[in-house]
T-cell receptor
Framework: AQTVTQSQPEMSVQEAETVTLSCTYDTSESDYYLFWYKQPPSRQMILVIRQEAYKQQNATENRFSVNFQKAAKSFSLKISDSQLGDAAMYFCAYRRSQGGSEKLVFGKGTKLTVNP | DAGVTQSPTHLIKTRGQQVTLRCSPKSGHDTVSWYQQALGQGPQFIFQYYEEEERQRGNFPDRFSGHQFPNYSSELNVNALLLGDSALYLC?????????????FGPGTRLTVL
């Protein structure tokens, strides 16, 4: 079974600074998808960024980028120029690529605090 | 374009009761997945519905059941509620045949079992 581990229960960053959230996963599959989701206090889970395992290039979305190390099974999220609105729970998630809409396997999350 | 909607927002039940939670998927989506998120934890997959049938199931007892209607909306039913069923229940929808691979989440239903 696939597992996702987020080793940092809480992280904090100063506004405008950069922070990196860690995620490791375990799978025997060679093709899969990885996601970072953001869950603010409003509870709505929002997709931040997605990475296809077959792509060597790291995904980027504006201030958000990932460092995908397939051999190490590591998938970290870097947030640049942190803003107060980035404060939230961040979840790393894994999904198999086979089949249709496969289930997501989530880590336990990292609570990010942004200090003004 | 309405996103994923869930009702009710909050619910309080007592042990042994039964509860039904509802979800309407995002327009154009035909697959609905349900997740349970206990306090301080990541979401755990309960099951997924497509074409009105349960297609995948996580490690949850038979007390958890569901249904999908022809309009793709879905219900999650939990019987014989336990204190441990207190959680945020999230619904997510996706288009099965799309290459998007993204699941869109609703705001969730907060269930409290007393």
């Amino acid at each position: 079974a696939q597992t996702v581990t987020q080793s940092q229960p809480e992280m904090s960053v100063q506004e405008a600074e950069t922070v990196t959230l860690s995620c490791t996963y375990d799978t025997s599959e060679s093709d899969y998808y990885l996601f970072w989701y953001k869950q603010p206090p409003s509870r709505q889970m929002i997709l931040v960024i997605r990475q296809e395992a077959y792509k060597q290039q790291n995904a980027t979305e504006n201030r958000f980028s990932v460092n995908f190390q397939k051999a190490a099974k590591s998938f970290s999220l870097k947030i640049s120029d942190s803003q107060l609105g980035d404060a939230a729970m961040y979840f790393c998630a894994y999904r198999r690529s086979q089949g249709g809409s496969e289930k997501l396997v989530f880590g336990k999350g990292t609570k990010l605090t942004v200090n003004p | 374009d309405a996103g994923v909607t869930q009702s009710p927002t909050h619910l309080i039940k007592t042990r042994g009761q039964q509860v039904t939670l509802r979800c309407s998927p995002k327009s154009g989506h035909d697959t609905v997945s349900w997740y349970q998120q206990a306090l301080g934890q990541g979401p755990q997959f309960i099951f997924q519905y497509y074409e009105e049938e349960e297609r995948q199931r996580g490690n949850f007892p038979d007390r958890f059941s569901g249904h999908q209607f022809p309009n793709y909306s879905s219900e999650l039913n939990v019987n014989a509620l336990l204190l441990g069923d207190s959680a945020l229940y999230l619904c997510a929808s996706s288009p099965r045949t799309s290459g998007s691979h993204e699941q869109f989440f609703g705001p969730g239903t907060r269930l409290t079992v007393l």
